[in-house]
């Protein structure tokens, strides 16, 4: 169970931050309603809100996702893999040295982003996905995958490089407990997803697959009707939020929390 998240609104320059997107500006106001929004759902599923300023160094600093990876065998700081952004690490790391004994940092020449990270579980015990991508490259996954075998956790490495313009690996993947991935088509058919359950998201809502499971709770993007229907079929509890001015900026549900 998740008691606990981090959270940053986004600061005033929000829209100067990167995006591969073409769905014009985001409009600050609206990203700060739907923020607190996703904040209340946060807490209507029983979590704890450490919330942070906006911090208007890094535009991209709402996405706190991508600074860590958060187990219960503790904590590893990431490296982005857009230089940009390497200033957002040193924040979360005073953030997080109240709730973990240890911090462990990837190190050159890797790089990693927390989006591109997906726990799940195999066989009842914690597993995660790495995703090699266009932020997280082979030598950061290799230091996590390490760093987590110390933990006694297992992990598969995830090659989504020329997956479509697919950033991080949850834009396309996520893990909603019992055994089940949300997919999208392109990754469908990998062999590192043989052993759970798929949940294939349709043709045109592949930006919902980015959901994220918290305890007893699915939070989903709103007006993606499909792949709500498959996940209310399969007796989950949903709470659709709207997304619109995050998706602007390559965000979704995951990036804007850190849970533990």
């Given at each position: 169970m998740f008691t606990k998240a981090i959270v940053?609104?986004?600061?005033?320059?929000?829209?100067?931050?990167?995006?591969?997107?073409?769905?014009?500006?985001?409009?600050?106001?609206?990203?700060?309603q739907q923020h607190e929004a996703y904040c209340h759902a946060?807490?209507?599923?029983?979590?704890?809100?450490?919330?942070?300023?906006?911090?208007e160094r890094f535009p991209d600093s709402t996405f706190v996702e991508d600074t860590a990876v958060?187990?219960?065998?503790?904590?590893?700081?990431?490296?982005?893999?857009?230089?940009?952004?390497?200033?957002?690490?040193?924040?979360?790391?005073?953030?997080?040295?109240?709730?973990?004994?240890?911090?462990?940092?990837?190190?050159?020449?890797g790089?990693?982003?927390?989006?591109?990270?997906?726990?799940?579980?195999?066989?009842?015990?914690?597993?995660?996905?790495?995703?090699?991508?266009?932020?997280?490259?082979?030598?950061?996954?290799q230091q996590l995958a390490s760093w987590l075998a110390s933990c006694g956790f297992t992990s598969r490495l995830v090659d989504i490089r020329g997956v479509g313009n697919l950033l991080h690996l949850k834009s396309g993947l996520a893990y909603v407990g019992d055994n089940r991935l949300v997919v999208i088509e392109s990754l469908a058919d990998r062999d590192e997803f043989r052993d759970h359950e798929?949940?294939?998201?349709?043709?045109?809502?592949?930006?919902?697959?980015?959901?994220?499971?918290?305890?007893?709770?699915?939070?989903?993007?709103?007006g993606f009707p499909n792949l709500e229907r498959k996940l209310r079929g399969l007796g989950y509890q949903m709470i659709a939020l709207e997304m619109s001015e995050f998706q602007k900026m390559d965000g979704g549900l995951s990036c804007l929390s850190l849970r533990f």
């Open positions: 940053r609104p986004p600061g005033a320059n929000f829209a100067e931050g990167l995006t591969t997107m073409d769905l014009g500006l985001p409009n600050y106001e609206r990203a700060l946060l807490e209507t599923c029983g979590l704890t809100l450490i919330r942070l300023n906006p911090d958060l187990t219960g065998g503790g904590a590893m700081l990431a490296r982005p893999g857009a230089a940009s952004r390497a200033g957002e690490v040193e924040s979360i790391a005073e953030t997080l040295e109240s709730s973990f004994a240890k911090l462990i940092s990837i190190h050159e020449p790089t990693l982003d927390g989006g591109d990270i997906c726990e799940a579980e195999l066989a009842g015990k914690n597993h995660f996905f790495i995703g090699v991508s266009q932020r997280t490259n082979q030598a950061g996954a798929l949940v294939p998201v349709s043709a045109g809502e592949e930006y919902a697959a980015n959901c994220i499971r918290v305890n007893d709770h699915v939070l989903v993007a709103a």
